[in-house]
Nanobody
Framework: QVQLVESGGGLVQAGGSLRLSCGAS????????MGWFRQAPGKEREFVAR????????YYADSVKGRFAISMDSAKNTLYLQMNSLKPEDAAVYYC?????????????????WGQGTQVTVSS
């Protein structure tokens, strides 16, 4: 089993920045990739970004490309999401996820473990 705990959410003005963290513990040796998803009120959970465990490959949703950066510190078992130029439409609960056999990593079913989520609010 793998446990994931997100942190770093909060309230920020449009145009501002936030950095989310996700600490992984447990059987992390089984993980090949991690990702971030988000869910706004009344909307389905959507893919944000994915990165391999050793950080050699990443992939982004078009909506965040160029503004968000995903990174992985495998020595610390910690995943990050640097969010810049935030827009009101980025407001959501952000979830980190980890998978044992992630391929493209854009769909939820590729991931085996999920964090509890952290709220990001963007004021206009």
């Amino acid at each position: 089993q793998v446990q994931l705990v997100e942190s770093g959410g909060g309230l920020v003005q449009a145009g501002g920045s936030l950095r989310l963290s996700c600490g992984a513990s447990g059987r992390t040796i089984s993980i090949n990739a991690m990702g971030w998803f988000r869910q706004a009120p009344g909307k389905e959970r959507e893919f944000v970004a994915r990165i391999t465990w050793f950080g050699d490959s990443s992939y982004y949703a078009d909506s965040v490309k160029g503004r968000f950066a995903i990174s992985m510190d495998s020595a610390k078992n910690t995943l990050y999401l640097q969010m810049n130029s935030l827009k009101p439409e980025d407001a959501a609960v952000y979830y980190c996820a980890a998978g044992r056999n992630v391929r493209r990593g854009v769909v939820q079913r590729e991931y085996d473990y999920w964090g509890q989520g952290t709220q990001v609010t963007v004021s206009s």
